[in-house]
């Protein structure tokens, strides 16, 4: 008797949703590219993708990676909250390179689902010989479809590796496997349609729901040699609510500098991180004006292992969602490394 063969498994709904960038441009009158292709024109170029998942596809933006805004991609959790309660398995989002890094990291700290939530774009448009959006597109939609991803945060899926929003880093300005994970590496990747997940990172909550968002700006410096306080002044009655300082090194400044930015710290946080890709910001090896110890017991607050981009993007959340005193502050950042150390 012949064995039975297993019976197909209903394919699951994943919900796309399309910002525009790079992945979505195509020509126009004027020349260069610019986003013009909707959700449903990127999917019915990828065939392939009906066999794999159910897409309930929408157009949410259509805009280069470098307009989005913290208001869009807020308007963008809402609806994958809505997509995921609605019966999406997973969700996928397609949007411009230049800002993947901080808005995955936006949504991995906002968003509190078990579905897999993947970020995924191009580094050559359409037009191009050799455009990866399509391949891009099919392993994100691989991965937001497998079990193994559930409960992993946001992930980015780029060049069939798989990247925790939390550590991804863009690190080319055009070459198809522009992204990286410089501290941890990537969790896994994707080989003839088969996802692999060999890293699990630790899981963090995220910010707690807000009913009244409100704007924050923060402000975003790297020191460079010869730098003095004059920016750091500058910014005090400019309306930012925060400033993150990407230090050179291990998280030193001048002490000129130093002096600006205890100044400044005790109107408004200031966040410490390193300009340096790899490693993180130091508290008790250097000591000289200048040094993190220095600046940490001026009162800056210690970024930990995130990099400037991040450190930025959650100290903005942090103050749009009204936790502004230190001790909120501190806990926000304390999972990461980071906190009030001075």
């Known amino acids: 008797m012949a064995a039975k063969r297993p019976m197909p498994q209903p394919k699951p709904d994943i919900a796309l949703f399309a910002l525009g960038g790079t992945i979505a441009m195509t020509t126009g009158d004027a020349p260069g590219v610019v986003p013009s292709l909707s959700g449903e024109s ?18 949410f933006r259509q805009l280069p990676g470098s307009h989005l805004s913290y208001a869009d991609l807020e308007a963008l959790v809402v609806a994958i909250e809505r997509a995921v309660a609605e019966g999406a398995r997973g969700v996928v989002v397609t949007q411009g390179t230049d800002s993947i890094e901080e808005s995955a990291f936006i949504l991995d700290r906002l968003l509190a689902l078990d579905a897999p939530v993947v970020v995924t774009g191009a580094m050559r448009n359409p037009v191009q010989s050799g455009a990866d ?3 891009n597109l099919l ?3 691989q991965v937001a479809a497998s079990e193994q991803a559930r409960g992993m945060g946001c992930l980015v899926v780029f060049n069939e590796r798989i990247h925790a929003a939390r550590f991804v880093r863009k690190a080319h300005t055009s070459n198809p496997g522009a992204f990286d994970t410089p501290l941890a590496g990537p969790l896994g990747w994707v080989a003839e349609g088969r996802v692999r997940i060999v890293l699990r990172p630790e899981s963090v909550p995220p910010l707690p729901p807000c009913d009244e968002i409100r704007e924050a700006p923060v402000a975003l410096l790297t020191m460079s040699l010869g730098d003095g306080p004059e920016l750091v002044r500058a910014l005090a009655g400019q309306g930012f609510a925060g400033l993150v300082m990407a230090g050179a090194g291990a998280g030193h400044v001048s002490p ?3 002096e600006a930015l205890g100044e400044l710290a005790s109107r408004m946080p200031v966040v410490l991180a390193s300009r340096i890709a790899y490693g993180e910001v130091l508290r008790d090896t250097y000591g000289y004006p200048g040094s993190e110890i220095d600046l940490l017991k001026r009162g800056l607050l210690h970024a930990g292992w995130l990099d400037p981009l991040k450190a930025k993007a959650l100290l903005a959340l942090c103050l749009r969602y009204g936790l502004r005193n230190a001790d909120q502050l501190h806990a926000r950042f304390a999972p990461w490394g980071g906190g009030y150390l001075g």
């Not at 990127?42 to 157009?59: G, I, M, Y």
């Open 42 to 59: 990127l999917v019915q170029a990828v065939p392939a993708l009906a066999e794999h998942a159910r897409l309930r596809v929408r157009s």
């Open 133 to 135: 959006g399509p391949a």
């Open 139 to 141: 392993a994100a939609v």
């Open 256 to 258: 000129p500098l130093a």
